[in-house]
């Protein structure tokens, strides 16, 4: 089985701080995983915002995105890798600006799906650490999160880590453990899905689900024949003969 | 390969509409890709509300729950299956109310960490379906998966699926397809997955990063020396010589 | 000008915790500022799961709600106050699931607008508390905040107040000092627009609207006119002439 | 009464797009109530990314940031607006990477409470408008509003507005309705607010709470212990007698 690579993305301006520390925890445990493992810097590279092409035609957003910047040679960085971890401050309960521009402008990857048939990131694993001094750890990771599942990564168990108080991230056992485990099992997942050669979105089932959805819907009138029968005279019942009670 | 087993959860009042079509979908296309598949509708369950007994002694929260009712059969069926697919109504943004204390209520899976060491659904797959008239599906959607991810599930490539206007789900192929495909990659990811007998959370690993973090720390100072002179310079600008200027 | 009430409503099982005396810090501040408050806990309440009837029937959900239970008395106490405090335990980065409910079950006075023309929340004030053990505060926070934006009520500055690490919330100054200035912009933003009669959703701004929006959607399209030539110029470039690179 | 301001800020690539038009209906709502308005769009101005000076020195994060940018004029037009309408286009159910970097930045107004004691946005008032072809909206609207209520600015009733369907925007009446009454709840609050002329931040609350704590937390302790006992009776049950049972 070839060797998995696993791409560190760190988000942070300040680049050697938590969102460093705990990134390069995560690196080393996939590297001791037996994962080949890269760190860069976001701040390092020139990103410029989305222009939101495909709102205006939907195919023209493809790689290498019409954008001549750095992203082309980050987009060939996650092309190349087998895992993507995120690391990224919490700036106001997100991602920084610099992640979210990234994330925009990986929908070059992603929207592929409408030139060639499939999302360039699919089957890819994904982790995500988000280090702050306040609260909105949980709001940044699932931002991130639920864009990278959309767009076709997997995401392993525990793969949401994070630290949000003050002070020195690697101080705090549990979150090291945390950083630690979401490594490991990102390279992990990548070597168990790696040999998987098929597609992780299957155009045809647009076919086989219409067909099966007549049968589908059968049902569900069957089934809910009785209980709307029930739901109505329940449901009813303040709509019986009198008028709505004034406000207040 | 032993056969992989779906749980479909559905969490609508409504036991027939849109979250239980979109979800009959995904376990059909789950059964095709060789899945036992199951579903249930939670409303046909009583499940108390968590009361929240790890506040007070963290082991106490532990299979099979202090709390005498319904979820102790929902517990074995969860535990039998290797994924589940939570498919839930929108009610303002959030999963549904009953949604949300069966997820309180699995605490006592998960906790199990503070019990013999592992949480006891780590390693199973998740996909989310939320169905609802207007807005709020990816708020909802993301609130279950950042939790089921923390609980220790995994969850493959486009695994969150939704509706979120008025009229029959069906109608729309798109979401057809998705929810097709969010069944398959279930399945899919729940098989490749099942030989491996490892933890997807290695304890020892905190010992081992505990060790790293001096070294990490030490390569985040070096590397800090440099950048932190000139991010200084730069930072300190405003604090030289004059007071703020007085607020509007 | 007469008084105004606030009314504190707890969502914790465990009754006298952190989410309890972050509130009453809250509730006494209001009554420094004039209110009159009362301290209600949801856990003594019993309230069953909203059954969806809107989706049936979009004016069958209306006060009192067609469900017999407790909820009947939490109406009348949100109808009389000017101003709503709600605290929440974070069970899984999101309110508990009593609090889900007893927001779902809200919906019968919101959706007073399908039937008299109006939400009978608009215009209240409402802020918001969240405490827990571990992250999560501001996606739960978050949650609520939108719902209780949606359904009419106004939030006043920094209402938004939680804790989130152990230990006993009042030990954290910060923190104490932001529940009480919750507490006292609740009241005092409930005070400010007391005087005002007139309605928050003012249904003949949609006639207005629609006029209006003719000469928006003229003057856009007058204005995009030039934007999307530029536009289009610069988006097209990866479509001409090459087929799309092949995926990697 | 002087007349109030409100700033539109429009953070859409497509400048004319459906964000434009949603937006304009409110600004011409707000106009309607009494207010003088302006729309600028974020993509005619340069604006670096936020580099977290915050993280190393706190009061070096201050108007009007070192960062010499076209943030200058930004600050100064959202200092002397009294509401702000943030229109951003859905990207990755979160705003546009410049909204974000817009937000980022406006940290150095908010985090004056470091500097001379108050945000210097506190007080004002503020509305979202998200405008997508897809789902997401609450979850860009949401990670808006929590910030903005966190940085100072209070929010009316039904000021969270958006669309998230392909097609024209203003072809939805309930939508035109919705930004209409958006733009004039904006308005209207800002009116009601303007002649109070105290803060909205009460640093002396800190002391007052910090006195309060001590009886609140014995009112606790006293209403604990009953609750406790009871509480330790049925949460000690799974602990007695026996070994937990066996993973499965």
């Known amino acids: 089985m070839s060797v998995v690579r696993v791409l560190g993305v760190n988000g942070s301006p300040r680049k050697y701080g938590n969102t460093f520390k705990l990134l390069t925890v995560a690196l080393r445990a996939a590297a001791m995983e037996g994962a080949e493992t890269k760190l860069i810097h976001l701040y390092d590279y020139r990103i410029e915002p989305c222009i939101g092409c495909l709102c205006d035609v939907q195919e023209s957003c493809r790689y290498p995105c019409v954008i001549e910047d750095d992203m082309r040679l980050l987009y060939d960085e996650v092309l190349k890798a087998d895992a993507l971890i995120i690391a990224t401050p919490i700036y106001w309960y997100q991602p920084s600006g610099v992640v979210k521009n990234f994330l925009d402008r990986l929908t070059a990857l992603e929207n592929m799906i409408f030139v060639d048939g499939h999302s360039w990131v699919e089957g890819k694993v994904a982790g995500v650490i988000a280090a702050g001094n306040d609260s909105g750890l949980v709001m ?23 630290f949000n108080t003050e002070g020195d991230a690697l101080d705090d056992p549990a979150v090291v453990s945390d950083a630690a485990n979401l490594g490991r099992n990102v390279a992990l997942l990548a070597k168990l899905v790696k040999g998987f050669k098929g597609v992780w979105y299957d155009a045809r089932l647009k076919e086989w689900g219409l067909r099966e959805a007549a049968s589908v819907r059968e049902e569900a009138a069957r089934l809910r024949e009785k209980e709307i029968a029930e739901r109505m005279k329940r449901i009813g019942r303040l709509l019986e003969g009198s008028e709505p009670r004034a406000s207040p």
């Open 140 to 162: 940044a990771a699932s931002c991130l999160l639920s864009t990278l599942i959309s767009m076709g990564f997997m995401v392993p168990p525990f793969s949401m880590v994070g």
